[in-house]
């Protein structure tokens, strides 16, 4: 499966209701259960970001499906970045002309 890093910021929605953080945590858990994917990590962090979530998904399509059900929630808006792991990286580095 492919691994996302997917940072988020709350919005003024999710600020105003942050006590409902971990029960909305456990909603994205299932969210990605039930597109076939896996939250792997969840942090909260500090400076441009508020969190965030590394996560595995067969594909970017799900991974996008994902990423556009949290944000239409209205408590994040996030960024989606695709990981490649050191092997990941060799293999696309041996395979330049």
Known sequence: MARYMMLFRYTAQGIN?????PA?????????????????????????????VIAEAPDDETMAKIALWIGSQGNVSTETLRLFSEAEFKKVVAGLP
């Open 17 to 21: 209701r942050i006590k409902e953080s």
């Open 24 to 52: 909305r945590i456990e909603a994205g858990r299932k969210a990605f259960r039930d597109h076939g994917a896996e939250m792997k990590e969840w942090y909260l962090a500090l400076g441009q970001y508020d969190g965030v």
